[in-house]
């Protein structure tokens, strides 16, 4: 199976700072690497797919970007509903396998 | 619109089956690319996939839960239901279904997901 090791698994930041969340593949996935956003005892949204692209109603200060297998997810500037977990998943092959997540936190 | 719902028993004993239903609108699974995942969360953990059904019927499973799940669909339900046998306590988790169009994008739909306890 493909491990994904998310650092930090937590960050405290402040409204209008630029965050960046990393996402690591034990392997090759190419850019078939997902992001989403979990808010407390919601369902997780999906931000951004092919580690690039942002789906659909997903505000721009979302990016997302791949070096070899590591993966950024990136908040330019953030906002109070922006507080959340945060996973990534690679859907290169199966099993699907998801990171540990990244808990941002309000400074 | 695009909804998906997990219906099921909210509590189960250890050693039991669990049957777990997602019935689903706005899209059909008999449409070419559309897939549908079930993905559970125990309480303040990570979130972890268990299986994949797609439209022409391939089935994927969880390398490590394989031989616990089945998962079918009635396309003329829009339901797919996902069985896991020999319930324990460390599967007590909040279970979710959610769409994928394509094997390699996202998960762009999902429900609410349903809590299940496992407790004798």
């Known amino acids: 199976d493909i491990q994904m090791t998310q650092s930090p698994s937590s960050l405290s930041a402040s409204v209008g700072d630029r965050v960046t969340v990393t996402c690591r593949a034990s392997?090759?996935?190419?850019?078939?690497l997902n992001w989403y956003q979990q808010r407390p005892r919601k369902a997780p949204k999906l931000l951004i797919y092919a580690a690039s692209s942002l789906q659909s109603g997903v505000p721009s200060r979302f990016s997302g970007s791949r070096s070899g297998t590591d993966f950024t997810l990136t908040i330019s500037s953030l906002q109070p509903e922006d507080f959340a977990t945060y996973y990534c998943?690679?859907?290169?092959?199966?099993?699907?396998?998801f990171g540990q997540g990244t808990k941002l936190e309000i400074k | 619109q695009v909804t998906l719902r997990e219906s099921g028993p909210a509590l189960v004993k250890p050693t039991q089956t669990l049957t777990l239903a997602c019935t689903f609108s706005g899209f059909s699974l008999s449409t070419s690319g559309m897939c549908v995942s079930w993905i559970r969360q125990p309480p303040g953990k990570a979130l972890e996939w268990l299986a994949r059904?797609?439209?022409?019927?391939?089935?994927y499973y969880n390398t490590s839960l394989k031989t616990r799940l089945t998962i079918s669909k009635d396309t003329s339900k829009n339901q797919v239901v996902l069985t896991m046998t020999n319930m324990d306590r460390v599967d007590t988790a909040t279970y979710y279904c959610?769409?994928?169009?394509?094997?390699?994008?996202?998960?762009?739909?999902w429900g609410q997901g349903i809590l299940v306890t496992v407790s004798s």
């Open positions: 959610a769409r994928v169009i394509g094997p390699q994008t996202g998960h762009d739909y």
């Open positions: 392997q090759s996935i190419s850019s078939y």
């Open positions: 059904i797609d439209w022409d019927d391939d089935k």
């Open positions: 998943q690679q859907s290169y092959s199966i099993p699907y396998t």
